[in-house]
């Protein structure tokens, strides 16, 4: 089978070209984070632009991608335009690349979560849905199709609250979400000073933005209820707001051994974001994880971090170049949604889904396996 022609994208912009047509938004990556800001609040680019501390982490971030360049392979006859499908869990996907997990997507456009999850269905990738949601976990699922990928990323409650947590498993499950996303660096909001100039926590507003995974759930709702004179949510949303928030981000860690517990409520795999040692990617393995993310977060949580494309070549030396079977895609399809919504996220996906299919071209690379893509198509480090 052929692979999906990602990189004919740009031959329908040619064809509009023909006919004056100019695209409404720009190819140019390094821009769509300023055309996001010209359509936000200070509050709402703050927090989606904004990072931990001086951005050394997300400045590092950046520099490790520079480190590296791509030896082109010249002569070798590719019969086709390379394949990017990847197999993670058993399962085959045509990309690799998967929306990461980014919360109160309401701030950025109406449509919120909706919007990205359609984008997402309608180029088969897969589409994490992040507990800070500003949509219910089951009307992202609607949106995303009955065929669409979705993964669920928990914020993890402290033990004392395992129903509610146990109750957000059921409901992923049962709305199917296949894979578990468990992040594990933001037990606690990070120092991030654009917030703290703006004086801005979406999660403590007295609306859903960003709770609504905690106002939509029963066991969070009878909670709260008994614990507050018998009151309903909707009934005094900034305490309940607060409350879910803390909940969410309880400012202590889990321990590898409360691993069990979610492995006990839920079927399929499990992925642990936010490794960034050899040490804890072989201890995922030893408590029966199936994957980890190499993240920092974006630089978001912990300033002065390492970068995460430094550490992932001793964390697992496999599948694509230096590592990593699928790559998690944030910030610009974030942009691409403050843009147009839908179509500023489905622009955002379709250009990096073609731009690395065309690059892997005119490298003489075939396919996304580590027996064409791997080490040796690379310099530096």
């Excluded at 990189?7 to 064809?15: G, L, V």
């Excluded at 004179?229 to 309940?240: K, P």
């Excluded at 379709?350 to 580590?370: D, F, M, N, W, Y």
């Amino acid at each position: 089978m052929s692979p999906p022609p990602y990189y004919t994208y740009q031959t329908e912009i040619y064809q509009h070209g023909l006919h004056d047509q100019k695209p409404p938004i720009t190819f140019d990556p390094t821009e769509w984070g300023s055309l996001a800001r010209a359509r936000l609040s200070s509050n709402s680019f703050g927090y989606v632009h904004g990072s931990a501390g001086t951005r050394e982490t997300d400045d590092k971030n950046r520099a490790a991608f520079r480190r590296w360049s791509i030896i082109p392979s010249r002569l070798n006859n590719p019969t086709d335009f390379p394949c990017l499908s990847t197999t993670l869990f058993g399962e085959e996907y045509p990309s690799p690349i998967a929306i990461a997990p980014v919360g109160v997507q309401k701030i950025l456009h109406p449509e919120g979560e909706k919007a990205v999850a359609r984008a997402a269905h309608a180029l088969r990738i897969p589409y994490t849905l992040s507990t800070a949601t500003a949509t219910s976990i089951e009307d992202v699922a609607e949106a995303n199709g009955t065929d669409g990928k979705r993964w669920f990323q928990l914020y993890w409650p402290g033990n004392e609250h395992k129903a509610i947590t146990a109750s957000l498993l059921r409901r992923a499950k049962a709305a199917g979400y296949s894979v578990l996303v468990v992040t594990l660096d933001t037990y606690i909001l990070g120092w991030r000073p654009s917030d703290l100039d703006n004086g801005y926590n979406p999660f403590l507003r007295p609306d859903n933005v960003g709770v609504e995974a905690g106002f939509s759930d029963p066991v969070f709702r009878e909670w709260f209820s008994s614990t507050h004179e018998a009151r309903e949510v909707e009934e005094d949303m900034g305490s309940a707001a607060a409350e879910w928030t803390r909940m969410i981000f309880p400012g202590r860690a889990h321990g590898w051994e409360d691993l069990g517990f979610l492995r006990e409520h839920w079927e399929g795999p499990i992925v642990l974001k936010g490794i960034q040692s050899g040490r804890d990617a072989r201890l995922a393995v030893q408590y029966g994880m199936q994957g980890v993310v190499v993240s920092n977060h974006g630089g978001r949580q912990l300033d002065g971090g390492v970068g995460s494309l430094t550490v992932l070549p001793e964390i697992v030396e496999e599948a694509l170049a230096l590592g990593a079977r699928m790559v998690l895609v944030g910030r610009p399809y974030v942009y691409g949604l403050a843009i147009a919504g839908e179509e500023g996220v489905r622009h955002v996906l379709r250009s990096l889904l073609g731009e690395v299919q065309l690059t892997l071209h005119l490298a003489g690379v075939k396919s996304v396996g580590k027996e064409d893509l791997n080490r040796g198509c690379l310099r530096g480090g």
